[in-house]
C-alpha cells in the first residue's frame, strides 16, 4: 500500500489558523478536523449530523465549534461561515468535503411519473456534491478577502475517479460525473485565486478501509 510520510515540522500551523471543514463530523473529514486540532489550528465543524458534531467538538475541546449546516443550503452554509467569524475572527483554510453517495442509477434505470410517462431523474447528488462545493468556494472566496492579510486555502475532496474513468464498468455515474465537474473547479480556481492569495487543491482518495 502506498504511504506518505507525514513531517511534523510541515503540519506545524500558526495557533490564529482556522479550519472550516464540511462534512467533518464522520469519516476522511472527521480524522481531518482532528489533525488540524492536533496541530495547533482552531477549528469550526459544519455538518448535517448534529450529534456525531456535537461529540466531536466537546472531544476537541477549546478551539472547536460544530454547528448543523447543510451545504445544499446556502444560507445554513453562510451562517456557519458567519459564526466561524464571529468565534475566531478569521477564516484561513477550507475543507469542502461532503459528498454523498448515488441514490438511484439514474442513466440506467427507468422511472415512471403519475401519467405514466418517464419521470425526471432525481438528480440530489449534483445539488450536494457539486453545488454544495462551489457554495463553499464562494464563501471562501468572500471571506478569505476579510482577512487581516487576504488570502487563504481551499481544499476540496475529489475522488481517485476524478481524474480516471476507474469505474467504467459501474453504472454508478453521478458519483464520478461531480467528482470529475470538481476536478475543473479545482484548476480553475488555481489559477484565478492564485492573485488573491487563494491556494486551492483537491484531494483524490481511492477507497479507505
Ligand atoms: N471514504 C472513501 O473511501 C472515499 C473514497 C473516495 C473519495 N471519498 C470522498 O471523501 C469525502 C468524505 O468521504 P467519507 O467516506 O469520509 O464520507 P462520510 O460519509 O464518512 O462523511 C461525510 C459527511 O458528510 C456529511 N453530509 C452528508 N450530506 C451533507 C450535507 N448535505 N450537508 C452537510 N453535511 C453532509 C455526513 O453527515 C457525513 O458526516 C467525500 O467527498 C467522498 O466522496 C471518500
Redesign the pocket.
Known amino acids: 500500500m502506498a504511504k506518505i510520510e507525514v513531517r511534523e515540522h510541515t503540519l506545524k500551523l500558526p495557533s490564529t489558523n482556522v479550519d472550516y471543514d ?10 481531518a478536523a482532528c489533525m488540524f486540532h492536533e496541530y495547533g489550528a482552531k477549528v469550526v465543524i ?4 448534529t450529534s ?2 456535537e461529540k466531536l467538538a466537546a472531544q476537541l475541546g477549546e478551539r472547536a465549534l460544530f454547528q448543523t ?5 446556502w444560507v ?1 452554509q453562510r451562517n456557519l461561515f458567519d459564526a466561524a467569524m464571529q468565534a475566531f475572527g478569521s477564516i484561513d483554510v477550507v475543507c469542502a ?5 448515488e441514490k438511484e442509477n439514474w442513466l440506467f434505470e427507468d422511472k415512471l411519473d403519475a401519467d405514466g410517462r418517464l419521470a425526471e431523474p432525481d438528480l440530489k447528488l449534483i445539488d ?2 457539486l453545488k ?1 462545493v462551489m457554495r463553499s468556494c464562494k464563501l471562501a472566496m468572500h471571506y478569505f478577502r476579510k482577512n487581516s492579510i487576504p488570502g487563504g486555502a481551499i481544499v476540496i ?5 476524478s481524474s480516471v474513468p476507474v469505474f467504467s464498468e459501474i453504472r454508478d455515474s453521478d ?1 464520478y460525473e461531480s ?1 470529475h465537474a470538481l476536478l475543473g473547479l479545482m484548476r480553475s480556481l488555481a489559477v484565478v485565486g492564485r492573485p488573491l492569495g487563494i491556494r486551492t487543491n483537491m ?6 478501509g
Open positions: 464540511l462534512g467533518g463530523a464522520n469519516g476522511i473529514g472527521k480524522t459544519g455538518d448535517l449530523a456525531a458534531g449546516m447543510d451545504v445544499d443550503d445554513s468535503n461532503v459528498a454523498i453517495p450536494v456534491n454544495g475532496t475529489g475522488f481517485a475517479a458519483t467528482k484531494v483524490a482518495p481511492w477507497l479507505t
